[in-house]
């Protein structure tokens, strides 16, 4: 079953706009990751916030954890269309479920040229 | 470093059938753990190995198995396939599991007809 939910489960931008993607989770977490994946591969890790911290960033990523909302968004600026993919969140530790990743439903980001 | 590699890529097998799928982790990563990957139920924890040992489980049936070799290799075995087995599954490595960042491969996309 899946931990979090993610909002939206579909977005569609054009090039040069911001994406903002939204995830919740139910449970304790010691961290949170976002994964990206293209169509039917791999997944790809861009970033991992530890529950401590508030913000973080990556090259064009911004990821923001709030913990006593259970919830976390990552944004990506000034987007390209090789950005286009799904985008995973994942909660990981915890008490119970140690290494393991719960993964939410995902969102499709589309990037029109 | 060479990325985490999985072999077959695809593969097509008949129901009651049995599979074996390969994981190479990368290298130095002790952690393998498994993802099943369905439209459906989306990504889901199949099991963790670390260390040749299996740290971590979720919530499939016992047709699916693991293990890991001493080179931190990993192979899972499903038995007596089923068509809802049809599914992408992933491999990912990290250095310790949990709190760390996982390293997917590219997966081995298995149809069961």
């Known amino acids: ?113 | 470093k060479a990325g985490v590699t999985q072999t077959p890529r695809y593969l097509i097998k008949t129901r009651g059938q049995q599979v074996t799928l390969s994981c190479s982790p990368i290298s130095g990563h002790r952690s393998v753990s498994w993802y099943q990957q369905t439209p459906g139920q989306g990504l889901q924890f199949l099991f963790e190995y670390f260390s040749e040992t299996q740290r971590n489980k979720g919530n499939f049936p016992g047709r699916f198995s693991g293990r890991q070799f001493s080179n931190s290799r990993s192979e899972m075995n499903v038995s007596t396939l089923e068509l809802g087995d049809s599914a992408l599954y992933l491999c990912a490595s990290s250095f310790e599991g949990q709190g760390y960042e996982q390293y997917f491969g590219p997966g081995t996309r298995l149809t069961v007809t």
């Open chain 1, 1 to 113: 079953s899946q931990q979090g939910e993610e909002d939206p489960q579909a977005l569609s931008i054009q090039e040069g706009e911001n994406a903002t993607m939204n995830c919740s989770y139910k449970t304790s977490i010691n961290n949170l990751q976002w994964y990206r994946q293209n169509s039917g591969r791999g997944l790809v890790h861009l970033i991992l916030i530890r529950s401590n911290e508030r913000e973080k960033h990556s090259g064009r990523l911004r990821v923001t954890l709030d913990t006593s909302k259970k919830s976390s968004s990552l944004l990506i600026t000034a987007s390209r269309a090789a950005d286009t993919a799904s985008y995973f969140c994942a909660t990981g530790g915890g008490e119970t479920s140690g290494s393991r990743l719960t993964f939410g439903e995902g969102t499709q980001l589309t990037v029109n040229p």
